[in-house]
T-cell receptor, first 110, second 115 residues
Framework: GQQLNQSPQSMFIQEGEDVSMNCTSS?????WLWYKQDPGEGPVLLIALYKAGELTSNGRLTAQFGITRKDSFLNISASIPSDVGIYFC??????????FGGGTRLMVKP | KAGVTQTPRYLIKTRGQQVTLSCSPISGHRSVSWYQQTPGQGLQFLFEYFSETQRNKGNFPGRFSGRQFSNSRSEMNVSTLELGDSALYLC??????????????FGSGTRLTVV
């Protein structure tokens, strides 16, 4: 089946630093979504991307839908302590069934 | 607008028992999807219901089943529980129609522990 490779698996950064994470796939997707999950909670949608090449921002977050439709990246600028959590990419090809990456655990040093 | 509500939040069951989890989607949303989250396998799709019909199904054994009611509320059932079924079960709702409406809203999940 489809698989998403998300990297890095974890990051430990200083407050104020920029963060970059990405997802790659061997298959194409028509939609890419980025979620953040806090402990004990469900994932919360951060950014949705619907067209190849699309670049979308949400505050300090910026994500892009790769031109090949097989990858996406998420950047967080000027990280703050509340950015701590697990970030997931998810791809949608058809229907309403998401394929998730393995997650990137972000830890921020104040 | 109320979010996605999952009940119960925590559950402890014994091997061999069965369990039913409940999900109430956002008002007006007709699609409800279920996911299993474990440390080893990550987030995996179980099934999706739209207007009371199962529209998509993931690769899980038949012990996992679900249904959706006319008010869009959904239940998920797991029979003959195994230790490996211990997981966070997440429900997500969406309008389920149109290419711009597949951004799910997840509930907080039900943490199932099988002992």
């Amino acid at each position: 089946g489809q698989q998403l490779n998300q990297s890095p698996q974890s990051m430990f950064i200083q407050e104020g630093e920029d963060v970059s994470m990405n997802c790659t796939s061997s298959s194409i997707f028509n939609t890419w979504l980025w979620y953040k999950q806090d402990p004990g909670e469900g994932p919360v949608l951060l950014i949705a991307l619907y067209k190849a090449g699309e670049l979308t921002s949400n505050g300090r977050l910026t994500a892009q839908f790769g031109i090949t439709r097989k990858d996406s990246f998420l950047n967080i600028s000027a990280s703050i302590p509340s950015d701590v959590g697990i970030y997931f990419c998810a791809g949608l090809y058809a229907g309403n069934m998401l394929t998730f990456g393995g997650g990137t655990r972000l830890m921020v040093k104040p | 607008k109320a979010g996605v509500t999952q009940t119960p939040r925590y559950l402890i069951k014994t091997r061999g028992q069965q369990v039913t989890l409940s999900c109430s989607p956002i008002s007006g949303h007709r699609s409800v999807s279920w996911y299993q989250q474990t440390p080893g396998q990550g987030l995996q799709f179980l099934f999706e219901y739209f207007s009371e019909t199962q529209r998509n199904k993931g690769n899980f054994p038949g012990r996992f089943s679900g249904r959706q009611f006319s008010n869009s509320r959904s239940e998920m059932n797991v029979s003959t529980l195994e230790l490996g079924d211990s997981a966070l079960y997440l429900c997500a709702s969406s309008s389920g129609q149109g290419v711009l409406n597949y951004g799910y809203t997840f509930g907080s999940g039900t943490r199932l522990t099988v002992v």
